[in-house]
């Protein structure tokens, strides 16, 4: 089983995407909420302008001297200061051999060394550094990098290929696609690159460019392995797969294609060792676009949001439905009071398409509804009863987006970070207790071990069914003041128990 790392950061900020080949599939078959992508960039952002970059054609290649020639100039060195607070213990009376009560306390708590003064425990600000890599889209100086190498930053400077130090300010970031949008302060031009226009093929040439270990300006190349990727680092998974050399420090530099264009964000290694084995993940520069012209727009990335928990329509479902292909998402559970529940979606439809185009699968239904703003009203094709049916559905603000004034309320593990459905609705998870469908990364839940697929038998010592009945146990402790909830896990390595905070 490899380790899934963000390639500037240590290894635990990455733990939920420890992933081996099983647990991708139990990935697959456990069902998500259809809430997933991102709204549409506005057309002149979304088109962008002429990129500084002059495409390279180069038939039979045997150097990518001339395309790094024209593509270096716009990456960057991202270099952050975070603040970090916490208490520092001071030394008491006793440890300078003066009892309590001492003539010389007095004295003591007047004259000492600050850090010396017997008043308890004081609060001590530190910085730690981060570093990794980032791209000019624009000659104004915008830059593109990855949310995790930013995220609490005090401070953000970045270092030109020609050497220069500049000031950076976050404008916004996504942490959901761990997209964050950068601005120096100093006025350009700068030297920009473009996205492309089209994903790569698989087999396709890509050229990494970043600031790998902090020792900046580092090139390498490769193919594109795979596409649509999904490593459990969060709800958008869509991953390009390449083999170009990426280590830590890389998080946030661009994978470039022949023609000097931006195909996707390097973010994250498959690795044992914390180095790089030749697999290397790159969010596509089609969802990049996105996002960075939503912050830049809007200051932050709007999401539709449907409503029901779901998952992938197997050969078997498909068949026991009647329908033709093992095609759609089938609906487990619609929330109460939500979008789909007010347009009359039912449990056990199975959702092919949206506004016409057709649906792959329980991801791409995800996706796809989230790629509309809220408020927009948008034509869902149902089976259901062995017929087509065509449900008009007006999509609200995806739950847990700082636009959702009752985001923790939506939330089937309370604050917890917990998406839930009874654990018969979802193939795979048997009959008893209720399957964890979605973890909210960062979460108290993700950073205590809760992976998609858990099934929670027990909470608080009792037995729960349903996700109201983990709520229910939940809020039973919060009014007895405990400061946190025991739940009794089982999933394929067996049953443990994990204790989640649950505050006052």
């Known amino acids: 089983m490899s ?43 979304a088109q962008g302008t002429t990129s500084t970059v002059a495409p390279v054609v180069v038939p039979g290649q045997t150097s990518f001297a001339d395309l790094v020639d024209k593509v270096k100039p716009a990456v960057v060195s991202v270099r952050v200061k975070i603040a970090v607070e916490n208490e520092s213990p001071i030394p008491s009376l006793e440890q300078f051999g003066l009892p309590p009560g001492s003539p010389f306390e007095e004295f003591f708590r007047r004259f000492a060394p600050p850090g010396e003064r017997p008043q308890g425990r004081r609060p001590q600000r530190r910085f730690g550094e981060a570093q990794g890599s980032g791209f000019f889209i624009s000659e104004d100086g915008y830059i593109v990098t990855n949310n995790h190498v930013v995220e609490k930053s005090a401070e953000v400077e970045v270092r030109t290929d020609d050497g220069r130090t500049l000031d950076a300010k976050v404008i916004g970031t996504d942490p ?25 093929r698989v087999g396709d040439w890509v050229l990494a460019v970043g600031n790998p270990f902090g020792l900046g300006g580092t090139v390498t190349a490769g193919i594109v392995s795979a596409r649509g990727r999904d490593i459990g680092a969060g709800p958008y998974d869509d991953f390009l797969q390449i083999d170009a050399s990426v280590n830590k420090g ?44 939503e912050i830049r727009d809007h200051g932050t990335v709007r999401r539709g949001f449907l409503g029901v928990q779901i998952q992938p329509v197997t050969e078997d479902i498909a068949s026991s439905l009647g329908l033709e292909k093992a095609e759609g998402a089938i609906v487990a559970r619609v929330e109460s009071d939500s979008p789909a529940d007010k347009a009359g979606v039912k449990s056990g439809d199975a959702i092919i398409a949206v506004n016409g185009k057709g649906v792959k699968d329980a991801r791409e239904l995800s996706r796809e509804i989230a790629g509309f703003n809220p408020d ?35 939330n089937d593990g309370g604050s917890l970070g917990l998406r839930l459905a009874p654990a018969g609705s979802v193939g795979g998870a048997g009959k008893e207790g209720v399957v964890v469908v979605g973890v909210e990364p960062d979460s108290a839940a993700d950073q205590r071990g809760f992976k998609t697929g858990d099934v929670i038998i027990e909470v608080s010592g009792k037995k729960v069914e349903s996700p109201a009945d983990v709520r229910r146990e939940v809020t039973a402790v919060r009014k007895e003041g405990k400061k946190a909830v ?11 128990f994990i204790a989640l905070p649950v505050g006052g």
């Not at 025991?486 to 443990?496: A, I, S």
């Open 486 to 496: 025991l739940f009794r896990v089982q999933n394929q390595e067996g049953t443990r």
């Open 250 to 293: 890389n998080s946030g530099g661009p994978a470039f294609d022949l023609a000097g264009n931006v195909v996707g964000v390097n973010t994250a290694i498959a690795s044992p060792s914390g180095g790089s084995v030749g697999i290397a993940f790159a969010i596509p520069a089609e969802t990049v676009q996105k996002v960075v012209s």
């Open 3 to 45: 380790d899934l790392n963000p390639t500037s950061r240590p290894a635990r900020r990455y733990r939920s995407m420890l992933f081996g080949a099983v647990a991708l599939a139990a990935l697959a078959g456990a069902g998500t909420l259809a809430n997933i992508t991102l709204a549409p960039p506005p057309a002149a952002f």
């Open 176 to 200: 959901r696609t761990d997209i964050a949008l950068l601005k120096v302060d100093k006025k350009g031009p700068y030297p920009f690159v473009a996205f492309a226009s089209t994903l790569p």
């Open 376 to 410: 927009t009203s948008v034509e869902l094709k149902v089976w259901r009863d062995g017929k087509e049916r065509t449900i008009t559905v007006k999509l609200t603000a995806l739950p847990d987006d700082p636009q959702s004034a009752s985001a923790g309320e939506q």
